[in-house]
């Protein structure tokens, strides 16, 4: 157990107080100096190839798919239509392990569950980007709105983007062409 002082206490809270502020005021998108690459964007979704648990997501499991997605478009504009994936293609610095890593999702509630966080523990390396994405399966996931994608190492925030989910009809050219892409 670690013991502190009330000067310390009170030092730690100014502390944490002041990178809760900050946290609101990165830029979009925001990589820690923890990683090399991130790209973030919208991309044709795919069936998974297996399952991970990750009970504090609205499906109970994540997707691994079977390769990186190639982006579409970098953006932060994402169409609300079913096949579309979105996230980010992020990569540690050389020599980094950042495993566990807290990955939290946070968008408008789900009309069905009233769900607005999804969380889970995956993990990054300086070996190969590693993708932190988001695809549409279900028409209840279709909420139009602010999604933002954050992770956290040890305390410390690794990366976090912010993307706007918009109707299909503002993003013509990026809606059609994945519909039905993993509901094959």
Same mark, same amino acid.
């Given at each position: 157990?670690?013991?502190?002082?009330?000067?310390?206490? =009170?030092?730690?809270?100014?502390?944490?107080?002041?990178? =809760?502020?900050?946290?609101?005021?990165?830029? !979009?998108?925001?990589?820690?100096?923890?990683?090399?690459?991130?790209?973030?964007?919208?991309?044709? %979704?795919? %069936?998974?190839?297996?399952?991970?648990?990750?009970?504090?997501?609205?499906?109970?499991?994540? !997707?691994?798919?079977?390769?990186?997605?190639?982006?579409?478009?970098?953006?932060?504009?994402?169409?609300?239509?079913?096949?579309?994936?979105?996230?980010?293609?992020?990569?540690?610095?050389?020599?980094?392990?950042?495993?566990?890593?807290?990955?939290?999702?946070?968008?408008?509630?789900?009309?069905?569950?009233?769900?607005?966080?999804?969380?889970?523990?995956?993990?990054?390396?300086?070996?190969?980007?590693?993708?932190?994405?988001?695809?549409?399966?279900?028409?209840?996931?279709?909420?139009?709105?602010?999604?933002?994608?954050?992770?956290?190492?040890?305390?410390?925030?690794?990366?976090?983007?912010?993307?706007?989910?918009?109707?299909?009809?503002?993003?013509?050219?990026?809606?059609?062409?994945? =519909?039905?892409?993993?509901?094959?």
């Amino acid at each position: 157990m670690m013991r502190a002082s009330v000067g310390t206490v =009170a030092a730690l809270g100014a502390m944490l107080w002041a990178a =809760a502020l900050s946290a609101q005021d990165l830029p !979009n998108p925001y990589a820690s100096d923890l990683v090399d690459s991130l790209v973030h964007g919208v991309y044709c %979704a795919e %069936a998974p190839i297996d399952l991970e648990e990750a009970p504090e997501t609205a499906a109970g499991v994540v !997707n691994i798919v079977p390769a990186l997605p190639e982006m579409r478009r970098i953006t932060t504009l994402v169409p609300a239509q079913l096949g579309i994936g979105f996230g980010l293609l992020v990569e540690a610095r050389e020599g980094l392990v950042l495993d566990p890593m807290t990955v939290t999702i946070t968008h408008p509630p789900y009309p069905d569950s009233g769900v607005e966080v999804e969380r889970w523990v995956t993990g990054i390396d300086g070996e190969g980007p590693g993708l932190i994405g988001f695809s549409f399966e279900l028409e209840s996931e279709l909420v139009i709105g602010p999604w933002v994608f954050e992770a956290e190492h040890e305390g410390e925030i690794v990366f976090r983007v912010s993307f706007e989910v918009v109707p299909p009809a503002l993003l013509p050219e990026l809606a059609q062409g994945c =519909a039905g892409a993993i509901l094959s």
